[in-house]
């Protein structure tokens, strides 16, 4: 199905359009384009900036697999509220903040947000398309990924423009955006936990064994969910990486909000269409487009010119968002609805772990030459596109009868 009938499904759907609302209301990341400037005015260095992205995973990694062991127990509902509230206080607590230390608490609450709602979130939405989930769940999350986007381009420049006049202020109202999308996943319908299959319900630890299980011997799973998290870890590093080789490349701060919503508003304009993308160049090929984005953007970003470092910030943007919808939709499928929470939440940790060990070193490289980071970074994302060719022709089972698209 088009990407149409995915936005009508959205906006029409009572257990949406509470996250449809959220998620416009959470993309309005004013501070985003001077994230760096900010914290660096408030007394931080780069290397700072980075550990505060550790400390961020580490929050991730201690909550991630109990929370999606209890959202597969209860009622997600009270899972996905709880993360939007964990994340309203982060970002007061980011706009408030004066010393490493009050940052760090800042991102230890994010962090546990994100734990509520990675895997939580996803098989909510899932759970909720009921049976015409695979075929339009790509649609789904093109679109509110799409929502997030296009709240992130207004986000972008208005941030910018706010800056021009003081650094707290995007900070101080994305808070208080972030408290409204609290308010809005308030009103999610209720989702009951899907019992598994058998006489006695599974206990945690069978839950968690299983789950685990099914991971690790999948490999498209493991791919999609693990490589996609530790992906995310060397994509999402641009945004702090750009700032110095924006400042090195003489590209005025006034125009940095406006190049990053332009950049989000081409990703959101790529992912409203992300359906029809799947349905001419299948799954696999998608996904690796995807990466390719990302490889030629930081291969750009090399070149010392204020066109090349923008065009590569660009595509690094495009490809950080387009693999959304395609792994969220190829992981979901072969995951059973009773622990697709557990699974996608056990999968995230394990990318969490390798972002952990990866953000350190990302640091220490923006520090002595950002230029040389992001070259190195362009040839890990180009192995990790590689890699994904074997395992999507053996393994990935999507129709043949889509343009591209392999049998298994």
Same mark, same amino acid.
């Given at each position: 199905?088009?990407? #149409?009938?995915?936005?009508?499904?959205?906006?029409?759907?009572?257990?949406?359009?509470?996250?449809?609302?959220?998620?416009?209301?959470?993309?309005?990341?004013?501070?985003?384009?001077?994230?760096?400037?900010?914290?660096?005015?408030?007394?931080?260095?780069?290397?700072?900036?980075?550990?505060?992205?550790?400390?961020?995973?580490?929050?991730?990694? /201690?909550?991630? /697999?109990?929370?999606?062991?209890?959202?597969?127990?209860?009622?997600?509902?009270?899972?996905?509220?709880?993360?939007?509230?964990?994340?309203?206080?982060?970002?007061?607590?980011?706009?408030?903040?004066?010393?490493?230390?009050?940052?760090?608490?800042?991102?230890?609450? =994010?962090?546990?947000?994100?734990?509520?709602?990675?895997?939580?979130?996803?098989?909510?939405?899932?759970?909720?398309?009921?049976?015409?989930?695979?075929?339009?769940?790509?649609?789904?999350?093109?679109?509110? =990924? =799409?929502?997030?986007?296009?709240?992130? /381009?207004?986000?972008?420049?208005?941030?910018?423009?706010?800056?021009?006049?003081?650094?707290?202020?995007?900070?101080?109202?994305?808070?208080?955006?972030?408290?409204?999308?609290?308010?809005?996943?308030?009103?999610?319908?209720?989702?009951?936990?899907?019992?598994?299959?058998? %006489?006695?319900?599974?206990?945690?630890?069978?839950?968690?064994?299983?789950?685990?299980?099914?991971?690790?011997?999948?490999?498209?799973?493991?791919?999609?969910?693990?490589?996609?998290?530790?992906?995310?870890?060397?994509?999402?590093?641009?945004?702090?990486?750009?700032? %110095?080789?924006?400042?090195?490349?003489?590209?005025? /701060?006034?125009?940095?909000?406006?190049?990053? &919503?332009?950049?989000?508003?081409?990703?959101?304009?790529?992912?409203?269409?992300?359906?029809?993308?799947?349905?001419?160049?299948?799954?696999?090929?998608?996904?690796?487009?995807?990466?390719?984005?990302?490889?030629?953007?930081?291969?750009?970003?090399?070149?010392?010119? %204020?066109?090349?470092?923008?065009?590569?910030?660009?595509?690094?943007?495009? &490809?950080?968002?387009?693999?959304? #919808?395609?792994?969220?939709?190829?992981?979901?499928?072969?995951? %059973?609805?009773?622990?697709?929470?557990?699974?996608?939440?056990?999968?995230?940790?394990?990318?969490?772990?390798?972002?952990?060990?990866?953000?350190?070193?990302?640091?220490?490289?923006?520090?002595?030459?950002?230029?040389?980071?992001?070259?190195?970074?362009?040839?890990?994302?180009?192995?990790?596109?590689?890699?994904?060719?074997?395992?999507?022709?053996?393994?990935?089972?999507?129709?043949?009868?889509?343009?591209?698209?392999?049998?298994?």
């Amino acid at each position: 199905m088009g990407a #149409p009938t995915a936005a009508s499904r959205v906006w029409k759907d009572r257990s949406l359009l509470p996250i449809a609302l959220a998620t416009v209301a959470a993309g309005f990341s004013f501070y985003v384009p001077v994230s760096a400037l900010f914290l660096t005015s408030r007394g931080l260095s780069l290397e700072d900036i980075f550990l505060l992205e550790s400390i961020l995973l580490a929050s991730i990694l /201690v909550a991630e /697999v109990p929370s999606g062991l209890v959202a597969d127990r209860v009622d997600r509902r009270w899972v996905i509220l709880t993360g939007f509230v964990f994340n309203a206080v982060a970002e007061i607590l980011f706009a408030a903040g004066h010393s490493l230390g009050a940052f760090a608490l800042s991102f230890v609450f =994010s962090g546990l947000g994100i734990a509520m709602l990675t895997g939580v979130q996803d098989a909510y939405i899932y759970d909720s398309l009921g049976e015409t989930a695979d075929d339009i769940s790509v649609g789904v999350w093109g679109h509110l =990924s =799409s929502l997030e986007l296009g709240a992130g /381009v207004v986000g972008s420049v208005a941030g910018g423009l706010m800056a021009a006049h003081s650094l707290w202020l995007p900070a101080t109202v994305s808070a208080v955006f972030a408290l409204g999308a609290a308010v809005a996943v308030a009103f999610l319908p209720g989702q009951q936990p899907t019992k598994a299959n058998g %006489p006695e319900p599974e206990n945690t630890w069978a839950s968690l064994r299983g789950g685990t299980g099914l991971l690790l011997t999948n490999p498209v799973l493991l791919y999609t969910a693990v490589a996609s998290s530790a992906a995310f870890v060397i994509f999402n590093a641009v945004f702090t990486l750009n700032q %110095p080789l924006f400042q090195a490349a003489q590209v005025p /701060v006034a125009t940095w909000g406006i190049i990053g &919503g332009s950049a989000q508003l081409l990703a959101a304009l790529y992912n409203h269409y992300a359906s029809s993308v799947v349905d001419r160049l299948g799954r696999r090929n998608s996904l690796l487009l995807a990466m390719g984005y990302g490889v030629a953007g930081f291969g750009l970003m090399v070149v010392p010119h %204020p066109a090349a470092v923008i065009a590569g910030f660009v595509l690094v943007v495009l &490809g950080m968002h387009a693999r959304g #919808p395609i792994t969220r939709a190829v992981a979901n499928k072969v995951i %059973p609805a009773h622990r697709r929470a557990t699974v996608l939440n056990v999968a995230s940790t394990l990318g969490s772990l390798v972002g952990i060990a990866v953000n350190p070193l990302i640091g220490w490289g923006a520090g002595a030459s950002p230029g040389g980071t992001v070259a190195a970074l362009a040839l890990v994302l180009a192995l990790m596109a590689l890699l994904w060719l074997p395992i999507a022709h053996r393994y990935l089972d999507e129709d043949t009868s889509a343009p591209g698209a392999t049998e298994s």
